[in-house]
């Protein structure tokens, strides 16, 4: 599904911007399903996720994009995809040559130009771009950036010995402490007077989304709080891959409870085009308008 690579939203003094790697549709299998209740049964029973976020045949559509936040003072980049030449389950272990530099830099921000990189957790599509390829050698593709690590998240991943995660630990992560950029930082830390991280675990202990707030105007980048919007109606829907899929249903729940009928503007980190709306009641539930 062709989507253009980057939408833009402004939050007062704030301008966020997508930046996309790829678009992916996941079918739903029956042994080894992402999201078990999101069977294309249960997703007709709600008709506002067609046709941006499922397929006629019921597959879910997930983006996986960037977000660039700039403030007056700093360009900061929120996640960075799997990245260029990287091979991963993901994308059925085929290495990525996409032209998201390009993009970030048509966004309004060279790579050179980011100040920060805030990883919202440390799973293969949300650290990919931390690095890229030089020779045989992982360099940092930020290189005049800090990147800010939830200390309790890495030491998690550091200690884990996860099939898939070890590599990348090793390619996206640990050629940033090489190169002493990392800065580890607590689930609630204030990045800027408009940028802040807030506590959403269960996806991973370690989990976080990011608030920005700017002349009385309000946006959250989820990350992986929710990695679909039919989880918005359905909170209790949980993924695979949550590690606490309990405490990942119950942070979605409370989360969710405080957007509900606000003007914050709930901006996905996996949400396909258009990525970013309102949360409202619907009934006994929750919808997304846009």
């Not at 921000?109 to 805030?118: G, K, Q």
């Not at 990348?168 to 607590?186: K, R, T």
């Amino acid at each position: 599904m062709s989507q253009a690579p980057t939408l833009t939203w402004q939050v007062g003094d704030v301008i966020i911007s997508r930046v996309l790697e790829v678009v992916l549709e996941v079918e739903y299998y029956e042994k080894y399903p992402f999201m078990a209740a999101a069977r294309p049964a249960a997703l007709q029973e709600i008709p506002w996720l067609y046709p941006n976020f499922v397929t006629p045949e019921g597959h879910l559509l997930l983006s996986i994009h960037a977000l660039l936040v700039q403030t007056p003072d700093i360009n900061l980049l929120v996640d960075t995809c799997v990245g260029n030449d990287k091979p991963r389950k993901i994308t059925a272990n085929e290495a990525l040559h996409t032209e998201f530099l390009k993009d970030l830099g048509a966004a309004g921000c060279d790579h050179l130009a980011i100040d920060l990189v805030v990883c919202t957790y440390l799973h293969v599509d949300h650290v990919g771009w931390n690095t890229m390829k030089a020779g045989n050698r992982w360099q940092p593709t930020f290189p005049n950036a800090r990147y800010l690590l939830g200390s309790e998240e890495y030491e998690f991943w550091a200690g884990s010995d996860a099939e898939d995660q070890l590599p990348v630990m090793e390619d996206s992560v640990a050629p940033l402490f090489a190169a002493g950029l990392v800065d580890l930082v607590e689930t609630d830390h204030r990045i800027s007077d408009e940028i802040r991280l807030l506590p959403t675990t269960g996806h991973t202990p370690g989990h976080v989304s990011v608030l920005i707030e700017s002349r009385g105007e309000k946006a959250m980048i989820t990350g992986d709080m929710m990695h679909h919007p039919c989880q918005i109606a359905r909170p209790d829907w949980t993924v695979a891959f949550d590690e606490d899929q309990n405490a990942a249903a119950a942070c979605r729940h409370a989360v969710l409870k405080e957007l509900v009928d606000s003007p914050t503007l709930v901006i996905g980190t996996h949400f396909a085009a258009p990525s970013a709306g309102k949360v409202v009641s619907d009934g006994d539930s929750y919808r997304f308008v846009y």
